[in-house]
């Protein structure tokens, strides 16, 4: 009897395999079972730990997610949700980003908004939310399909716990910013995970490629960025496998060779097709929703950088890299034990993807080489573009790095660990434990670490005060000192963002009728003179000029405030 060849990480189905064979030879002989009760008993005490631990995660990510200042970015956005959620649905008369999140972020902003109220710390709760349901969805990704030819009950355990410890300790700062706070691609993961957890749980049947085409026209109408990071992978990947299959049949030869291997993988067929059209109906619907008096996107700002500056690039997106895994030397000595710690988990993962990629023709799992090529892809594209001319903070743009390393490691190393440990000495057995448990340890220590620093305020909360108890409630100023006022001080000021060169309008996640001069008033203007980039901001000084002769003038800290008896917004023109 010839075992079944796996095309699509599942065995293929045939009534006259015994279970074992159907399982690709990895399934555990049955165990004798105890009263009919105990299986069931035990399933819900592992659900009801599954639970407590995604709880216990959301209340660690919460604080964690407290450490890292709320800004205009996730200030914006609330005030997106906040608009959603009082009818204006497809944002009429907003600019956004170059990354709408109409589809993911946005309703669930609008969400938890209903449930707390437009307040800066409803961002650090869907941050903590973010990063739990990414975490939980790629445990579940690693474990595979027991019994399915892809994870025996044996492998599964391993699987799901290297994957959770190499994501679930993120690093204080750039890593924070990232995973938990910034309003990036890290939330996309999320929708990207339950593609792959189609493809990988469901058999091959028709509605497979269909519920993965609305899965990800779905996401990308809110990033385009999985362009890069979803459907050119699944597309390469279904190509490469059917390619394959193909050159193998023609070296066998025989009548009508090529239309039994496209009949025999018409499922890796359909599923390229249904992203490739996946790719031009997300188009469609972002145009009928402009069409419809929405909002109104950037370009992305998508640009290749001079062949001498890459090298610059591959460092600093090299940083950004170790920051997503926690290990970014930095900090003080404790944190910076933590991030040597963390080199372990960085190892771990180039291991997963240099085994994958020796082999990659005849991998046999389609799972593990669409997240190979997606970090492949993914990180080959930013380096040499001027989205790497910035800081580590942009390692947001390669975010899904992390959770699909980690499943990658999840998948690709466990069985083989396991495996070898079976046919070790007991000494060796307990050293590995030993080894295991205290990597464990120290990523759960670190997480701990992480959530005991104290919380911080959000950006500007003393700019925030200072013209709530001058009765200064409209103005205007830059970017990173507008709308995080705003939320910050629910309300009680309003501050637009102007470009410094001319003082018209910012429209980068902005409404056009906030610069309305007939209903709205702004009599002061802010300038930042502290250092970096969320905080330095001074107009120019023909622009400043051009406004006339202040009232009055406030030094607070590096802020200056400055008064006048007139409507600003007059003089800035129409958006």
Same mark, same amino acid.
């Given at each position: 009897?010839?075992?079944?060849?796996?095309?699509?990480?599942?065995?293929?189905?045939?009534?006259?395999?015994?279970?074992?064979?159907?399982?690709?030879?990895?399934?555990?002989?049955?165990?004798?079972?105890?009263?009919?009760?105990?299986?069931?008993?035990?399933?819900?005490? $592992?659900?009801?730990?599954?639970?407590?631990?995604?709880?216990?995660?959301?209340?660690?990510?919460?604080?964690?997610?407290?450490?890292?200042?709320?800004?205009?970015?996730?200030?914006?956005?609330?005030?997106?949700?906040?608009?959603?959620?009082?009818?204006?649905?497809?944002?009429?008369?907003?600019?956004?980003?170059?990354?709408?999140?109409?589809?993911?972020?946005?309703?669930?902003?609008?969400?938890?908004?209903?449930?707390?109220?437009?307040?800066?710390?409803?961002?650090?709760?869907?941050?903590?939310?973010?990063?739990?349901?990414?975490?939980?969805?790629?445990?579940?990704?690693?474990?595979?399909?027991?019994?399915?030819?892809?994870?025996?009950?044996?492998?599964?355990?391993?699987?799901?716990?290297?994957?959770?410890?190499?994501?679930?300790?993120?690093?204080?700062?750039?890593?924070?910013?990232?995973?938990?706070?910034?309003?990036?691609?890290?939330?996309?993961?999320?929708?990207?995970?339950?593609?792959?957890?189609?493809?990988?749980?469901?058999?091959?049947?028709?509605?497979?490629?269909?519920?993965?085409?609305?899965?990800?026209?779905?996401?990308?109408?809110?990033?385009?960025?999985?362009?890069?990071?979803?459907?050119?992978?699944?597309?390469?990947?279904?190509?490469?496998?059917?390619?394959?299959?193909?050159?193998?049949?023609?070296?066998?030869?025989?009548?009508?060779?090529?239309?039994?291997?496209?009949?025999?993988?018409?499922?890796?067929?359909?599923?390229?097709?249904?992203?490739?059209?996946?790719?031009?109906?997300?188009?469609?619907?972002?145009?009928?929703?402009?069409?419809?008096?929405?909002?109104?996107?950037?370009?992305?700002?998508?640009?290749?950088?001079?062949?001498?500056?890459?090298?610059?690039?591959?460092?600093?997106?090299?940083?950004?890299?170790?920051?997503?895994?926690?290990?970014?030397?930095?900090?003080?000595?404790?944190?910076?034990?933590?991030?040597?710690?963390?080199?372990?988990?960085?190892?771990?993962?180039?291991?997963?993807?240099?085994?994958?990629?020796?082999?990659?023709?005849?991998?046999?799992?389609?799972?593990?080489?669409?997240?190979?090529?997606?970090?492949?892809?993914?990180?080959?594209?930013?380096?040499?573009?001027?989205?790497?001319?910035?800081?580590?903070?942009?390692?947001?743009?390669?975010?899904?790095?992390?959770?699909?390393?980690?499943?990658?490691?999840?998948?690709?190393?466990?069985?083989?660990?396991?495996?070898?440990?079976?046919?070790?000495?007991?000494?060796?057995?307990?050293?590995?434990?030993?080894?295991?448990?205290?990597?464990?340890?120290?990523?759960?220590?670190?997480?701990?670490?992480?959530?005991?620093?104290?919380?911080?305020?959000?950006?500007?909360?003393?700019? $925030?005060?200072?013209?709530?108890?001058?009765?200064?409630?409209?103005?205007?100023?830059?970017?990173?000192?507008?709308?995080?006022?705003?939320?910050?001080?629910?309300?009680?000021?309003?501050?637009?963002?102007?470009?410094?060169?001319?003082?018209?309008?910012?429209?980068?996640?902005?409404?056009?009728?906030?610069?309305?001069?007939?209903?709205?008033?702004?009599?002061?203007?802010?300038?930042?003179?502290?250092?970096?980039f969320f905080n330095h901001w001074q107009p120019s000084p023909a622009a400043l000029a051009a406004l006339g002769?202040?009232?009055?003038?406030?030094?607070?800290?590096?802020?200056?405030?400055?008064?006048?008896?007139?409507?600003?917004?007059?003089?800035?023109?129409?958006?």
């Amino acid at each position: 009897m010839v075992a079944a060849v796996r095309r699509s990480g599942t065995p293929e189905r045939s009534s006259a395999l015994p279970a074992a064979d159907q399982a690709g030879g990895d399934a555990a002989p049955a165990e004798p079972r105890g009263p009919a009760g105990r299986p069931a008993a035990r399933r819900l005490l $592992a659900a009801a730990a599954a639970v407590l631990a995604g709880a216990l995660l959301f209340v660690g990510y919460l604080q964690v997610s407290r450490t890292y200042p709320e800004n205009s970015d996730e200030s914006n956005d609330l005030l997106m949700a906040w608009d959603m959620l009082h009818g204006n649905v497809l944002l009429h008369g907003w600019y956004l980003s170059d990354v709408s999140f109409i589809t993911t972020e946005l309703p669930q902003y609008l969400m938890l908004e209903r449930l707390f109220g437009l307040h800066t710390d409803t961002a650090h709760i869907a941050a903590a939310m973010t990063y739990t349901l990414v975490v939980v969805l790629a445990v579940l990704l690693a474990r595979g399909r027991a019994g399915q030819g892809q994870a025996s009950a044996r492998e599964a355990a391993p699987r799901m716990l290297l994957t959770a410890g190499l994501m679930f300790a993120p690093q204080l700062g750039v890593g924070v910013f990232v995973l938990l706070l910034s309003l990036g691609h890290i939330g996309t993961a999320v929708p990207l995970l339950l593609t792959w957890l189609v493809i990988d749980r469901l058999r091959p049947r028709w509605p497979v490629p269909v519920i993965v085409g609305l899965l990800l026209i779905w996401v990308l109408v809110a990033d385009p960025l999985v362009l890069v990071v979803g459907i050119i992978p699944l597309v390469a990947v279904c190509a490469m496998r059917v390619a394959r299959e193909l050159s193998l049949a023609q070296r066998r030869g025989g009548p009508g060779w090529v239309r039994a291997s496209l009949r025999a993988h018409w499922y890796e067929l359909s599923l390229a097709v249904a992203a490739i059209l996946a790719a031009g109906l997300a188009s469609v619907v972002s145009r009928l929703l402009r069409a419809s008096g929405g909002f109104l996107l950037h370009p992305v700002p998508y640009q290749l950088a001079p062949v001498h500056t890459w090298p610059k690039h591959a460092w600093v997106t090299g940083e950004g890299l170790l920051a997503l895994f926690g290990a970014k030397p930095q900090g003080p000595a404790a944190a910076l034990a933590f991030a040597l710690l963390h080199l372990a988990g960085v190892a771990i993962v180039a291991w997963a993807m240099v085994r994958v990629a020796r082999h990659f023709y005849s991998w046999p799992d389609m799972i593990s080489q669409i997240l190979l090529v997606v970090m492949v892809i993914n990180v080959v594209a930013y380096v040499p573009s001027t989205l790497a001319d910035a800081t580590d903070l942009n390692a947001r743009e390669f975010a899904v790095v992390l959770p699909f390393g980690a499943v990658l490691a999840g998948r690709t190393l466990a069985p083989g660990l396991v495996a070898g440990l079976r046919g070790a000495s007991l000494r060796r057995r307990r050293a590995a434990a030993l080894l295991a448990g205290a990597l464990l340890a120290g990523y759960g220590a670190s997480l701990g670490y992480a959530a005991a620093q104290p919380s911080v305020p959000p950006a500007n909360e003393q700019l $925030a005060a200072f013209l709530a108890a001058h009765h200064l409630t409209s103005g205007i100023g830059g970017y990173w000192e507008s709308s995080v006022v705003t939320v910050g001080s629910d309300g009680a000021v309003t501050i637009r963002a102007v470009l410094p060169g001319t003082l018209r309008p910012d429209l980068w996640e902005a409404k056009g009728s906030w610069y309305d001069s007939g209903p709205n008033h702004a009599t002061f203007l802010v300038t930042d003179s502290a250092p970096g980039f969320f905080n330095h901001w001074q107009p120019s000084p023909a622009a400043l000029a051009a406004l006339g002769r202040p009232a009055r003038t406030y030094h607070v800290g590096p802020y200056s405030v400055y008064v006048w008896n007139k409507n600003l917004l007059a003089g800035l023109g129409r958006p």
